[in-house]
C-alpha cells in the first residue's frame, strides 16, 4: 500500500510541475513585448532630436518675415522691399545699424556718428525712436546744419530729442512723452495718422520694427 501510495504521489508531481513552467513562460513571454516595443535609447532621443529641430534663429527669422505688415503710412512705399534696408532687414538689426541700411535716413545715420551716439542706441533695451528723412534735414539751410553737425553738444540734444524710452505700439502713441534728452514732445492723432513734437512733424512711415526699438519715420526734425 505504501508503494502504491509513493508511486501515485510521484506521478502528480511529474504532471504538476510541467503545468506550473508552462504557466510562468506565459506570464513571461506576456510582459516582454510591451517592455520592448519602447526601448530606453528611443525615449531618450526624442526630445533632444524635436527641440533641436526649431532653433531659436529659425523662430527669429519667421518672426521678422510678418514686419512689412506692421507698418503703416503712405512714406513706407519707399523703404526698399528687400535687403538689409527693407522692413524685414531691419527688424533684425539694433536700431542706429538698421537706420544705416536705410537710403531714407542717411542723413540721420551720418548726424548719429557724428554725434557718437550709434554705440548707445543700439544698446538701448528699448526706445521708440522719431526719425528723420533726408528730406526733413535738407528743410534746415545747409549752413545750419554744418553748423550744428560741427557742434556735438547741441547734435546730441538734437537727436536724443528724438527717442524715448519704451517700444511705443501706434495705440500708445499719442500723449506726452519723455525724451533722452530730457525734453518733453507731445505726440498728436490716432490710427495711421499722427504729428509729433512742435514742429508737427508727420509721421510718414509708422511702427517699424527694429531689434531693439520702433521707429516712426517722420518728414520734419524736432528742434528741442
Given at each position: 500500500?505504501?508503494?502504491?501510495?509513493?508511486?501515485?504521489?510521484?506521478?502528480?508531481?511529474?504532471?504538476?510541475?510541467?503545468?506550473?513552467?508552462?504557466?510562468?513562460?506565459?506570464?513571461?513571454?506576456?510582459?516582454?513585448?510591451?517592455?520592448?516595443?519602447?526601448?530606453?535609447?528611443?525615449?531618450?532621443?526624442?526630445?533632444?532630436?524635436?527641440?533641436?529641430?526649431?532653433?531659436?534663429?529659425?523662430?527669429?527669422?519667421?518672426?521678422?518675415?510678418?514686419?512689412?505688415?506692421?507698418?503703416?503710412?503712405?512714406?513706407?512705399?519707399?523703404?526698399?522691399?528687400?535687403?538689409?534696408?527693407?522692413?524685414?532687414?531691419?527688424?533684425?538689426?539694433?536700431?542706429?545699424?538698421?537706420?544705416?541700411?536705410?537710403?531714407?535716413?542717411?542723413?540721420?545715420?551720418?548726424?548719429?556718428?557724428?554725434?557718437?551716439?550709434?554705440?548707445?542706441?543700439?544698446?538701448?533695451?528699448?526706445?521708440?525712436?522719431?526719425?528723420?528723412?533726408?528730406?526733413?534735414?535738407?528743410?534746415?539751410?545747409?549752413?545750419?546744419?554744418?553748423?550744428?553737425?560741427?557742434?556735438?553738444?547741441?547734435?546730441?540734444?538734437?537727436?536724443?530729442?528724438?527717442?524715448?524710452?519704451?517700444?511705443?505700439?501706434?495705440?500708445?502713441?499719442?500723449?506726452?512723452?519723455?525724451?533722452?534728452?530730457?525734453?518733453?514732445?507731445?505726440?498728436?492723432?490716432s490710427g495711421k495718422d499722427f504729428t509729433v513734437g512742435k514742429m508737427?512733424?508727420?509721421?510718414?512711415?509708422?511702427?517699424?520694427?527694429?531689434?531693439?526699438?520702433?521707429?516712426?519715420?517722420?518728414?520734419?526734425?524736432?528742434?528741442?
Amino acid at each position: 500500500m505504501k508503494s502504491m501510495k509513493t508511486r501515485t504521489g510521484l506521478a502528480a508531481l511529474a504532471i504538476a510541475l510541467p503545468l506550473s513552467l508552462a504557466a510562468c513562460g506565459s506570464n513571461s513571454d506576456a510582459a516582454s513585448p510591451a517592455a520592448s516595443s519602447t526601448p530606453a535609447g528611443t525615449m531618450a532621443s526624442t526630445p533632444s532630436d524635436t527641440m533641436s529641430s526649431t532653433p531659436s534663429d529659425t523662430m527669429s527669422s519667421s518672426a521678422s518675415m510678418d514686419a512689412a505688415s506692421a507698418v503703416f503710412g503712405e512714406g513706407c512705399a519707399a523703404v526698399p522691399k528687400d535687403g538689409k534696408g527693407s522692413f524685414n532687414g531691419m527688424a533684425t538689426d539694433p536700431v542706429a545699424t538698421a537706420a544705416s541700411n536705410n537710403p531714407l535716413l542717411s542723413t540721420l545715420v551720418t548726424a548719429v556718428k557724428q554725434a557718437g551716439l550709434v554705440d548707445t542706441l543700439n544698446s538701448a533695451p528699448e526706445i521708440t525712436v522719431f526719425a528723420p528723412t533726408n528730406d526733413a534735414f535738407a528743410k534746415i539751410p545747409s549752413a545750419d546744419l554744418k553748423k550744428v553737425l560741427a557742434d556735438k553738444p547741441t547734435l546730441t540734444k538734437i537727436l536724443t530729442n528724438h527717442v524715448v524710452s519704451g517700444k511705443l505700439s501706434p495705440d500708445q502713441l499719442a500723449g506726452d512723452h519723455k525724451t533722452l534728452a530730457g525734453t518733453t514732445i507731445t505726440v498728436k492723432g490716432s490710427g495711421k495718422d499722427f504729428t509729433v513734437g512742435k514742429m508737427n512733424a508727420k509721421v510718414i512711415c509708422g511702427n517699424v520694427p527694429t531689434a531693439n526699438a520702433t521707429v516712426y519715420i517722420i518728414d520734419s526734425v524736432l528742434m528741442p
